[in-house]
């Protein structure tokens, strides 16, 4: 079974930093991209980074020069580095990866239980 344990969220005042960390652990062939996503009171679920196996990364235009996404394929871990943070940040951030079971087999995208940031004015 497959699990992704996320750790890192919390309060910082608007400026400020925080790191998120993404762990997968079960059983499985591969991992393919992970990200990361956020959700807002009242809003959908939106994709703030992805990155691929090989470590190319992507990012929303809202956090672009702002946030860092990278991984450790040793760790199966994926980090979110976030600087300069401000109040519109705030939301519940999910992480996503997905996930080959089998070698040559279906990859399925599994979710971390989500990890609250806030970030005060």
């Known amino acids: 079974q497959v699990q992704l344990v996320e750790s890192g969220g919390g309060l910082v005042q608007a400026g400020g930093s925080l790191r998120l960390s993404c762990a997968a652990s079960?059983?499985?062939?591969?991992?393919?991209?992970m990200g990361w996503y956020r959700q807002a009171p009242g809003k959908q679920r939106d994709l703030v980074a992805t990155?691929?196996?090989?470590?190319?990364?992507k990012y929303a235009d809202s956090v672009k020069g702002r946030f860092t996404i990278s991984r450790d394929n040793n760790k199966n871990t994926v980090y979110l580095q976030m600087n300069s943070l401000k109040p519109d940040d705030t939301a519940v951030y999910y992480c996503?990866?997905?996930?080959?079971?089998?070698?040559?087999?279906?990859?399925?995208?599994?979710w971390g239980q989500g990890t609250q940031v806030t970030v005060s004015s």
């Open positions: 996503n990866a997905n996930i080959e079971l089998y070698r040559g087999g279906f990859s399925y995208d599994y």
């Open positions: 079960g059983s499985f062939s591969s991992i393919n991209a």
């Open positions: 990155i691929t196996s090989g470590g190319s990364p």
